[in-house]
């Protein structure tokens, strides 16, 4: 399996971005999908994830801004980020797991203020 993100870069703070993750190869039985984040100097940390049945769970700090969302025909798993804050620059990354765990590449995020 392959991931491949996309939709990072550069926005000022209060601005909007949408994170891709597209999935190809063997893609069955995949349970969670999830978006991590990497800031320097910080522990990864799990933003929001999205089970089969659609349930989602987002940390406390992107509630109510982030909306983490999956389209299963075509294997892509979005996270649509508004109200952007300095805080959440970092590094995001595209997580899978199935009967194995696969991540993405990782694309950047950088809010200015």
């Known amino acids: 399996v392959q991931l491949v993100e996309s939709g990072g870069g550069l926005v000022q703070a209060g601005g909007s971005l949408r994170l891709s993750c597209a999935a190809s190869g063997t893609t069955f039985n995949i349970n969670k999908m999830a978006w991590y984040r990497q800031a320097p100097g910080k522990q990864r940390e799990l933003v929001a994830q999205i089970t089969n049945s659609g349930r989602t769970n987002y940390v406390n700090s992107v509630k109510g801004r982030f909306g983490i969302s999956r389209d299963n025909a075509k294997n892509t798993m979005y996270l649509q980020m508004n109200n952007l804050k300095p805080e959440d620059t970092a590094v995001y990354y595209c997580?899978?797991?199935?009967?194995?765990?696969?991540w993405g590449q990782g694309t950047q995020v950088t809010v200015s203020s």
């Open positions: 997580y899978i797991e199935g009967p194995l765990a696969y």
